[in-house]
């Protein structure tokens, strides 16, 4: 077997036994990104193989005394969103090509810290903004389980890395379903931590009351694992949680009994494909079978969370983005004949079509004007998805439900319908609103093979529960850690 196709927990424990080395290691991974990347195109940075090399060899060493900490050699590469001091931060952004942070995220510290070996940084949309990945200034990533149809968005390259044997974990960030939506159509693991759960010091801000970074791996002990290396409170977050952080991978393998799975009829409404509710169905039925006691229950205010998201996310977006001048740092325009000139030149040109479209409806939104009629009631409505929330967690433990309304679509397919874009997001977008955790696992595939996730959410702070059940799931659908058969060329 090929070590790119292990999952972490397995590489990790063929490196304690010292049947393989984390050189080989990266050997294999690096030899599977030169064979199948010029058609998945998950990468926007690679970085030099001799860096990758010597990492691997440090950790070589550091084991070989003993030492190491959880990631020890395992080859894993970024959404290129995470600040890294060793390669650029693009965000997927002409704005910032060229762009070297002078620190790195707290993320890539724990990552550091825990010995991980960092490959790459991964195709995106524009500053996380979209649901397919196809707004990424330096290419469109593809979906290994068929090229050509799109990865899901905006964490589209980290899913697909994962997908395609190109690093053995990823980290991505969720704003209203950017780590969830790709795993599901790449047919990978992806969770959103609760909001706070993990520091986002460093995580470039597209709408930092909704942002949250997070792991896409193959399997769900693999989630688990990554969880504990980048949960916890950080100072330079001030929305960080100051809690304590439980060892997510000892609680896996309890089973289900008394665990009560909450359906809400709002999430297979119209729209839903049948083969996705087919298949999010059996899992369900799954979990029933591992113990859970299924209930039904009720989130009447879903149908809003769109148009709130799509108010919210877009009016702190135009706030953060403002830093984008031209001055300090990124894309400046040199042919400016004037201060203000240079300003709309360099934002012009450094922004991408979606991105412009956000900062128009944000500012539009925060104008004096409007405020009332558009940000703060979107911010009421935000509150109701919350206390929805609130009140089904009294009645179940965790949510089951879809992620996506579909498979992955062909690329271009809605390219010129953003609308339509912005409605696929419906299903994953209130957590975001509401801050709870919500994760993606593979359930099944459509019948010409396409893969479809289900998605787990739970209370604040209850990612333990997610895994817990993901992991029993995931035991049953006979669907784990299958990787596609990308052709090598
Ligand atoms: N699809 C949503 C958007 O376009 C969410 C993106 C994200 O989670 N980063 O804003």
Redesign the pocket.
């Known amino acids: 077997m090929e070590p790119y196709t292990l999952t972490l927990c397995e590489a990790r424990k063929l490196l304690d036994q010292g049947d393989i080395t984390a050189v080989r290691l990266a050997e294999s991974v690096l030899g599977r990104i030169r064979a199948v990347e010029h058609r998945i195109k998950s990468f926007i940075t690679l970085r030099d193989e001799a860096a990758v090399m010597a990492l691997a060899e440090e950790a070589d060493r550091r084991r070989g005394k003993g030492k190491g900490g959880a990631l020890c050699g395992l080859p894993i590469a970024v959404k290129d969103v995470l600040c890294t001091t060793t390669m650029r931060t693009t965000c997927g952004s002409k704005m910032l090509e060229h762009f070297l942070p002078p620190y790195d995220a707290t993320v890539i510290e724990k990552l550091d810290a825990a010995g991980a070996v960092l490959v790459g940084k991964l195709a ?2 524009e500053f ?4 397919t990945s196809e ?1 990424c200034a330096f290419g469109v990533p593809e979906n290994p389980w068929r090229p050509g149809y799109i990865t899901g ?3 589209g390259g980290s899913a697909a890395c994962v997908a395609a044997g190109e690093s053995l974990a990823t980290l991505g ?7 969830r ?1 790709p795993a599901s159509l790449c047919g990978v693991v992806g969770m ?1 931590p609760t909001y706070g759960r993990v520091s986002r010091y460093g995580l470039v801000a ?2 930092s009351s ?2 949250q970074v997070g792991p896409l791996t193959r399997d769900v002990s693999d989630c688990a694992l990554m969880m504990n290396v980048i949960s916890g409170h950080d100072p330079r977050d001030s929305t960080s949680a100051d809690a304590p952080v439980p060892d997510y991978t000892s609680m896996l393998q309890d089973g289900l009994r008394g665990v009560r799975v909450g359906v809400p009829a709002e999430y297979f409404g119209d729209g839903l494909d049948p083969e996705v509710e087919q298949v999010v169905r059996a899992g369900i039925t799954m979990l029933a079978d591992a113990g859970a006691r299924i209930v039904e229950v009720s989130l009447p205010y879903t149908p809003y969370c769109v148009a709130a ?2 108010l919210i ?2 009016a702190e ?1 135009s706030s953060n983005l403002a830093r984008y001048d031209g001055v300090r740092y990124g894309f400046r325009d040199t042919q400016a004949g004037s201060l203000l000139d240079m300003y709309r030149r360099s934002r012009s040109a450094g922004f991408g079509d ?1 991105v412009k479209r ?1 900062i128009l409806i944000g500012t539009y939104a925060l104008s004096a004007g409007y405020y009332d009629a558009y940000y703060k009631k979107a911010s009421q409505v935000r509150t109701l998805l919350r206390d929805d929330f609130a009140r089904v967690f009294r009645d179940c433990d965790l949510i089951a439900s879809p992620v996506t309304p579909a498979p992955a679509w062909k690329i271009g397919d809605k390219a010129d319908d953003p609308l339509a ?2 409605l ?2 419906i299903l ?2 209130s957590a ?1 609103l509401a801050g709870i955790p919500g994760m993606s696992v593979p359930a099944g595939f459509s019948g010409d093979g396409l893969p479809i996730g289900i998605q787990l959410q739970g209370a604040h702070f209850r990612e333990d529960i997610l895994l817990r059940a993901a992991w029993n799931l995931e035991q049953r659908a006979g669907v784990r850690g299958i990787l596609p058969g990308v052709v090598e060329q």
């Open positions: 995106m949309d996380a903004m979209g649901s707004n968005g905006s964490s960030s969720d704003t209203g379903g950017s780590i939506q959103k597209f709408a909704l942002d998201y799509y996310a877009p977006a979606e956000r874009v912005y696929s997001d994953t977008i975001n």
